[in-house]
């Protein structure tokens, strides 16, 4: 039995799942990015304490962008008030009572993974309370974690602007 063709794939699959800096991004098709203009970002849950310095860090770069961040801090209040149920997320009030308050056009949630391999995201219109997008964002090139606030950013800047 000739094993070779054997050994180039298991060469393949072991470099291929080695390759776990790939981000996962899956977007709503219908939705019109281009008419989200104001964006709010609450502060990451993050273990290592940094979720508001990424939150910040996120603005600082969509309003280089021409977007224009919206008060993170009061939507994270108003969010701490109105919990997600655990089958349907946010309700559409509570994205209502954000656009009221804010005049935010969508709203990014985001966490950090414990060792900051990861960071996840959902992203909330808030005039029909639709996710228009989730993701799991990876550090770039061959990185196995982000290493500050700012690479964290940018990586989710990218995904959320493409």
């Known amino acids: 039995m ?6 180039v794939v298991l060469a ?6 080695c390759s776990h800096s790939r981000s ?3 977007r709503d098709d219908e939705a019109g990015f281009g ?7 609450p502060a990451f849950v993050d273990p290592q304490g940094q979720g508001q310095k990424i ?3 996120i603005n600082h770069d969509l309003a280089a962008l021409t977007y224009n961040p919206v008060n993170g801090k009061l939507i994270a209040k108003i969010l701490s008030l109105h919990k997600p149920s655990k089958d349907f997320g946010y309700s559409l009030e509570t994205l209502e009572l954000i656009r009221n308050q804010t005049s935010a056009d969508a709203v990014i949630i985001g966490r950090m ?11 909330f219109e808030t005039n029909m309370g639709e996710q228009v997008l989730r993701g799991i ?3 770039p090139g061959r990185k196995k974690v982000f290493k500050n606030p700012d690479e964290v950013a940018l990586a989710v800047v990218k995904a959320v602007t493409k």
């Not at 393949?12 to 799942?17: D, I, P, R, Y």
């Open 55 to 57: 939150a910040d860090a």
């Open 24 to 26: 996962i991004i899956k």
């Open 2 to 7: 000739n094993l070779r063709p054997l050994a």
């Open 113 to 123: 993974s414990p060792n900051w391999d990861a960071a996840f995201i959902m992203m």
């Open 12 to 17: 393949v699959l072991t470099f291929a799942g």
């Open 137 to 139: 964002i990876r550090p």
């Open 35 to 41: 008419g989200y203009r104001a964006i709010g970002v």
